[in-house]
Structure formats: structure tokens, C-alpha cells
């Protein structure tokens, strides 16, 4: 953790400490409590009327309550009333991820420190960075009276044109439920509650709330759900959110299995589950099937969890046992993570903006990917004297992604395009961060003479570029929440500009500020691509200190980079073709609009557990850029591999930077049986930094669960015995050195 990062870490803790300040009681100390949270819950239940436990099983929507609560609605995404006679506090819950956010300004004026988007974080492959961009937002959340952030998505990336892929960590299951467990514990370190989200499969924007995922128990508990219960076990988050979509025939929010069976019974899980917004379907089914509480009512077709649920339990539909269950939940995450204990402040608190944007600066650079590095055109300090930067609004910012996440971010947003149609319309803008790369660059560079250029005209672009000594094109690609993206192909004809600077200038660079992969046509006259993805309110520094060599990059690829567009399990997004036609059928003829609405449709998740780079394995395809895939300003070499079999598996080799300049490196193991045609899987992990000719010794035990396959006929976890192929890689494609062990047979519980 570096020095900036620690002190801006202790600037947060001040501000959750003087949040704390505003409420002392005489409740038992938080650590003290958290053991006997579930007593505590229940013995406060006991105290409770019917009434009053309904009314803590439906929470607000603020945009669209006026009038329904005599408290303060903050506007936001949640507001839950507390009971002050028995000392429940109120509960408002805030859009976050990648900040507190506010999208569409609907708190005028109020901003909040951006972190680059998920992905970035996830390519750093560092729990640390994802610490502390949870601890950061969590500490803003509570100066801001939020106690409850909708944050901690960990829903595996299964397709590349995913419009929401920006806001989750990844591909492979290992590193995303451990990244996502680091930052919920980051979040919850600030006494305020992080959820998990969305349960399960919402690997699609495209017909979100009536897509039916289809995939096996074994599948399934091989993959995303595996993922989520990593991340549950390191994060401990108060509440779980459950997605829009259904999963094998059910709605995920009135899943038994899913809820009930899986949750609270194979993991042990001891929160609550809320609704995502608008996506409770029923009363009886849903309660009875393990859904705690109704998140946004207003934006349900009606209150479900209000008198239609009361009316349940007088006429036995939902056991009175079952309700207090709920309540039960909902207070032990409170309690579980402090909230009850500490609530938020009634008044704003300070905020440390200055330290926090070293935060999210720190996370942009150990997660920006040089995936391309030809004649060592990077760094460019030693050699570059006349630089021009094309398009992408260089001048001005960069780029972020769309939809609830959305972070007003401190200095404002130079570039905000508001949307004329589509199903992001609503609460989703084009916005860019004010952290301007040309300001930046030439910050870094002051010796060379740093130009721009929008790149609109494709022949003035090239002109620049072959007068200058290196061209470098900011590419952008626009995603959002509730849009996917209908192809891999960036928009607005920047391929062609691309490919046009390409041909002017030899020495051309490729900036991405994407939402995930994008196809690159032009990767071959390209000497040198930079992956930014969406690098957040410091991302113009960021890039400025990777280009100049300030910052050795250090960023792996979390999602794998396809070379076409038919590599992918999916070559676009089930029912968009249907969506779109039938959008067109409703504009022909208004009059019956109603009657051109999409209807449930089946996704069937052929690859199953075998999701990303091992797809790719599996069906013997080279991508353009492997996951794991990263470069550096020097080089790194394993040696010595020793591999230690029987009960555990663990590997122990030597790294040893072998350039001239210190850097970061990112060993992966991967494992798969010996003579098996599953493709092998990532099953440990670690972030290395070393100084030129510096060697370390490190030791990785595999996650056993990933090294097993899961059995419903168990049920549970079964390692086979017999012996095990290991490689000791730089990426998931890399197999120069490959060990053999054996492993006895195990088997361990669901």
C-alpha cells in the first residue's frame, strides 16, 4: 500500500470518526455485539408490533415518496423509516460502487470522489486497491447520512458487450469474490452496510427483468455463485441484493433455491436480502421464498411487502415466524456492521476530497493495462518532444460509465450528453470526469511540446500525427446500466481514425477508455495500446504518469479480449434483435405501444461454469489479449517451481525482475486434472513488487474449491484423486512451465 494511499486512509478513518462522535449510547460496543447479533435482533423483534414490522420490510424510492414519511427524504435511491422507541434508526441508502452516487444531479450541487471503474480495480489484482476504494466511498456515504451503500457487484463478466461489465470484477470467480470481499469490508469499515449484488446470473442488460438464465446447480455453483459466496465469507456484507432477472424458471427475488436453500442454508448467511428496484413479483411466493424486504416500492407494480403482506400473515399465507425472521435479518446486519450501534450523522460531515482523489488515482494506475508495448515505444519521457493527442475529449477529461453508479465527481463534468432514447434514458447522461489527459501529459512531460486535436476531421488528425513525433488517439466506448452495447466494435468510426494515424505515423499510440473488450482491427499498425477502461476522476494523472514512466504499468486483464467477434459464447445480446424490432413497430404505430413489449426469453449459458479464458481453452481459440494479460516497463522470470500435493495444494517458486527499473508483477496459478479435458482454472494469486535483479520466494495454496467440482448428488465440493497438472503463468494462456502433483480425494460441504 503505498504512502498516499495510507494517509488518505487515515483521513477517511477521521471522517467516520467524527461521524461516530454525533451518537453515543449505552448499546453494547459493536465488536462486543457482533457475536450475539441475531440474539439481539430477535429479543428487539419480541418488542414489536405487526405493524411495525411490516414497515420495516418495504423501503422508499425518495424521487417518488413525497408525502409518505414525516422524516427528511434525501434524494437517493432508498429510505427505510427507523422506530425510535426502540432505538431502529432510519436507513438511507445511496447508488454507489465506484462512489456515492448521484446521476442525473438530482442532489444539486452535492459531489463525491470518483474510483475508476470496477474493472480497473480488478486488474490491479490487488485486495489492498479494492480496500481502499471501499473504505474511501464508505467514509463519504456516512458524511453524506447514507448508512446503506448499494454497492459490491461481483457478477462474473460472460459477455464482452455487457453494458454493465464496467461495474463488476471480472470473469474468473476466484478474483472476482475476492476483490468484491475486499471492498465490502472496506465499505463496512466505516460502521455503514454494503450489499452483494445482483443474485445471480444478471449477465445482461438487454430484457433484464424478464430474461430467464438458464444453467445447471453444478455449473452455476462452479462459477458465479462461487464468486459471490468468496466474496460473502471475506466481506461479510449486512444485505444481499437480489437481481431482476429469472434464474432457471423463477424470478431470482422469489427464488427458493436461490434464497433460501443456497443463501441462508448452504452458506449460512445472517442478513438480508433486498429487492433490487422494481423487481418484486409477488407477496407470498416471494416472502416464503427467502425475499426480506421491498427495496424502491414505488417502482414496483405495488407495494407487495406493505398491507398485501400483513394481509398474508392474519390469513396464514406467510408464517408470523417467517416475518420475524425478516426483521430479524434486516436488524442483524444493521448490528452486524455497526449501523445500529453508530448511526450516521443527522448533519453533513467533512470530507477529505484531496486525499480521497489520491485514492482513486492510486487504483486508476495499478489498474490501467499495457496490453501492447512494440520497439518499447512506452515510456515516452526519454525520446517524445512533439506529442499530439487525438479525440476522445483529451483535452477536457475522460470518460465514465453510465447508469446507477454514476459519481458526480469533484470538479465537475466537462462533457454531459443527455441521452434521446433507449431504456437508459431516464437516469443515465454521457458524462466525462474533469481530469484532463493533455493537462496532465504536459504536466509530466514539460519538456516536450504536447498538442490536440478532436479528431472529427480523419485527414487533419492524420496531418498532426505525421508531424508530430508521436501520435497518441484517446478511443472511446460509451456502456451504461440497462443498455448493452450491440456490438464490439468502437462507435463513431474511430477504427478508421485509428487505423488513419496509423498510416501518418508510425510511432501511434492507442489510448482505450472502454466499458470491456472492443475489437481492434488496426492492433497490427498499432505499436503500443494502453487499456484505461474507465479510469475515473484522477485518470487523466493516471495516464499522464503510465505514458511518461512515472508509473511502471502494473495492470493485468480481468476479462479476456476477444480477436473476433464469433470467440465469444454469444456473439450479441439475446433478444436484441426482438427488442429492437419491436421498439420500431411501437414508434410506426403509437396507439399500440403497449402492445409491442418484449416477453420472458430463455438464456441458455452453454459454456456453464466454464466462463471467459476458459471458454477459450475449452474450445482451443486464441484471443487478442489473454486474461492475466499485462506488460511492463521491465521484465519477470519464475524459477524453481516446487509443487505440493496431498491434502493441499500449494506452489512455491522464485520471481525475479529481470530489467532495469522496479515493477510489479502478477504471478497466476492455474490447475486442472491430469488428464482431463476441463479447461484449467486460476486458483491462486499474488501481487509482487521487485526492484531490477530483486528475486522473492513466494508460496500460493490453491482455493480448493476452484482445484474441485461441485456434485449435487453430494451434495458439495469433490476433489478427485489423482495427479494435477499446475502452471506457474503470466497470463491464462501461458503454459511454459507446467508441474505435475497429486492430491488425495476430499470433499467438503455445499
Request: proline share 6%; glycine share 10%; charged share 20%.
Amino acid at each position: 500500500m503505498s504512502r498516499k494511499i495510507a494517509a488518505a486512509l487515515i483521513g477517511t478513518s477521521l471522517v467516520a470518526a467524527a461521524s461516530a462522535q454525533t451518537h453515543r449510547s449505552a448499546k453494547p460496543a459493536v465488536a462486543t455485539a457482533r457475536h450475539d447479533a441475531r440474539a439481539r435482533a430477535m429479543a428487539i423483534v419480541a418488542r414489536m408490533t405487526l405493524d411495525e414490522k411490516i414497515a420495516l420490510l418495504h423501503g422508499l424510492f425518495p424521487p417518488l415518496a413525497a408525502g409518505k414519511t414525516t422524516n427528511e427524504l434525501v434524494p437517493s435511491a432508498g429510505h427505510i423509516d427507523g422506530i425510535p422507541r426502540l432505538g431502529i434508526p432510519l436507513i438511507r441508502e445511496s447508488d454507489a460502487s465506484l462512489g456515492v452516487a448521484n446521476q442525473v444531479e438530482q442532489r444539486k450541487g452535492d459531489v463525491a470522489t470518483a474510483l475508476p471503474s470496477s474493472l480497473a480495480t480488478a486488474a490491479s489484482f490487488d485486495p489492498a486497491i479494492a480496500r481502499a476504494g471501499g473504505t474511501m466511498i464508505g467514509a463519504e456515504a456516512r458524511a453524506k447520512r447514507f448508512s446503506v451503500l448499494l454497492a459490491g457487484g461481483v457478477n462474473l463478466t460472460r459477455d464482452p458487450w455487457n453494458g454493465r461489465n464496467f461495474e463488476y470484477l471480472g470473469e474468473d470467480p476466484l478474483l472476482a469474490g475476492i476483490m468484491a470481499g475486499a471492498h465490502i469490508a472496506g465499505v463496512q469499515s466505516n460502521h455503514i452496510v454494503s450489499t452483494i449484488k445482483h443474485y445471480a446470473i444478471n449477465a445482461q442488460e438487454t430484457g433484464r427483468t424478464i430474461a430467464d438464465a438458464r444453467i445447471g446447480e453444478a455449473a452455476l455453483r462452479m462459477s458465479d455463485l462461487l464468486a459471490f459466496e468468496i466474496a460473502i465469507e471475506r466481506g461479510h456484507p449486512g444485505s444481499v441484493m437480489c437481481a431482476y432477472n429469472k434464474l432457471n424458471g423463477d424470478y431470482a427475488c422469489e427464488n427458493e433455491w436461490l434464497l433460501n436453500r443456497v443463501l441462508k442454508r448452504d452458506w449460512g448467511y445472517r442478513g438480508w436480502v433486498m429487492s433490487d428496484w422494481g423487481a418484486v413479483h409477488s407477496t407470498v411466493k416471494a416472502a416464503n421464498a427467502g425475499l426480506d424486504q421491498q427495496s424502491g416500492q414505488e417502482l414496483d407494480k405495488q407495494i407487495y411487502f406493505g398491507a398485501p403482506l400483513k394481509a398474508a400473515v392474519e390469513a396464514g399465507q406467510v408464517p408470523m415466524a417467517r416475518i420475524d425472521d425478516m426483521v430479524a435479518r434486516y436488524l442483524t446486519g444493521l448490528i452486524e456492521t455497526g449501523v445500529y450501534d453508530t448511526p450516521v450523522p443527522t448533519t453533513l460531515g467533512p470530507i477529505p476530497y484531496a486525499a480521497h482523489a489520491d485514492v482513486a488515482q492510486r487504483a486508476a494506475e495499478a489498474g490501467i493495462v499495457l496490453l501492447k508495448n512494440d520497439g518499447r515505444l512506452l515510456p515516452l519521457a526519454r525520446t517524445a518532444k512533439r506529442i499530439v493527442l487525438i479525440g476522445g475529449h483529451a483535452d477536457v477529461g475522460v470518460l465514465s460509465g453510465g447508469g446507477s453508479s454514476q459519481v458526480r465527481s469533484v470538479g465537475g463534468a466537462p462533457v454531459e450528453i443527455p441521452l434521446t432514447s433507449g431504456a437508459a434514458m431516464s437516469f443515465a447522461r454521457v458524462t466525462y470526469h474533469a481530469s484532463s489527459p493533455l493537462k496532465a501529459i504536459r504536466a509530466a512531460m514539460p519538456g516536450a511540446d504536447v498538442t490536440y486535436v478532436d479528431g472529427r476531421d480523419v485527414a487533419a488528425a492524420a496531418a498532426a500525427a505525421r508531424s508530430a513525433d508521436v501520435a497518441i488517439v484517446f478511443a472511446t466506448q460509451w456502456t451504461t446500466e440497462a443498455e448493452d452495447v450491440p456490438d464490439l466494435k468502437l462507435p463513431d468510426d474511430q477504427d478508421a481514425l485509428i487505423a488513419a494515424v496509423a498510416a501518418a505515423q508510425p510511432r501511434t499510440l492507442a489510448v482505450m477508455e472502454t466499458g470491456g473488450p472492443v475489437l481492434m482491427p488496426w492492433i497490427d499498425r498499432v505499436p503500443a495500446v494502453l487499456q484505461a477502461w474507465y479510469p475515473g476522476q484522477r485518470g487523466g494523472e493516471a495516464i499522464a504518469a503510465i505514458l511518461s514512466g512515472a508509473v511502471n504499468p502494473s495492470g493485468h486483464l480481468p476479462i479476456t479480449f476477444p480477436r473476433s467477434a464469433d470467440q465469444p459464447p454469444r456473439v450479441a445480446p439475446v433478444g436484441l434483435d426482438t427488442l429492437t424490432g419491436l421498439a420500431a413497430q411501437a414508434a410506426a404505430d403509437p396507439a399500440k405501444a403497449g402492445q409491442y413489449q418484449l416477453q420472458s426469453f430463455p438464456i441458455d449459458y452453454v459454456e456453464g461454469a466454464n466462463v471467459g479464458y476458459r471458454w477459450y481453452e475449452q474450445r482451443r481459440l486464441t484471443p487478442l489479449f489473454a486474461f492475466g494479460h499485462g506488460l511492463s516497463y521491465t521484465s519477470f522470470a519464475y524459477r524453481r517451481p516446487t509443487v505440493t500435493g496431498g491434502a493441499r495444494l500449494t506452489v512455491s517458486f522464485d520471481v525475479t525482475n529481470t530489467g532495469t527499473v522496479a515493477g510489479v508483477d502478477i504471478p497466476q496459478v492455474y490447475v486442472a486434472r491430469d488428464g482431463s479435458s476441463d479447461p484449467m482454472r486460476l486458483v491462486a494469486f499474488q501481487r509482487v513488487t521487485l526492484k531490477p535483479g530483486e528475486t522473492c520466494r513466494i508460496t500460493l495454496t490453491a482455493e480448493p474449491r476452484v482445484v474441485a467440482d461441485y456434485d449435487p448428488a453430494l451434495p458439495g465440493w469433490r476433489i478427485a484423486a489423482g495427479r494435477y497438472r499446475v502452471a506457474v503463468a503470466h497470463d491464462a494462456a501461458d503454459r511454459s512451465m507446467v508441474v505435475t502433483t497429486t492430491l488425495g480425494g476430499a470433499r467438503m460441504k455445499p
